[in-house]
């Protein structure tokens, strides 16, 4: 079992920056990535970025490219997702899920990714 919990998230204006953590217990030996995903009210689960848990290499939604950052820490027990110049229609819930299976690639399907945290409301005001 892999155990997940984020925190960061408030409430922002618009043009703002807020820093999201994941931190990772249990059997983190068996993680291949962890991904951000996020869900506004009434909308489908949407991926925003991925990381590979030991090589650190990244993947992100179209959506993120060029105003979020997902990293690391070098003891492999944190991921970041830190959000620049944030819009109103980033607003959601967001999760961190953790995806055991060396398939290879980073995924942005929510259904390959087993473990999931609670979420953290990230708010962002016009």
């Known amino acids: 079992q892999v155990q997940l919990v984020e925190s960061g998230g408030g409430l922002v204006q618009a043009g703002g920056s807020l820093r999201l953590s994941c931190a990772a217990s249990g059997r983190t030996f068996s993680i291949y990535a962890i991904g951000w995903f996020r869900q506004a009210p009434g909308k489908e689960r949407e991926f925003v970025a991925a990381i590979n848990w030991h090589s650190g290499s990244t993947y992100y939604a179209d959506s993120a490219k060029g105003r979020f950052t997902i990293s690391r820490d070098n003891a492999e027990t944190t991921v970041y997702l830190q959000m620049n110049s944030l819009k109103p229609e980033d607003t959601a819930v967001y999760y961190c899920?953790?995806?055991?299976?060396?398939?290879?690639?980073?995924?942005?399907?929510?259904?390959?990714?087993?473990?999931w945290g609670q979420g953290t409301q990230v708010t962002v005001s016009s």
């Open positions: 899920a953790a995806d055991g299976d060396r398939r290879g690639y980073l995924s942005p399907r929510a259904d390959q990714y087993l473990y």
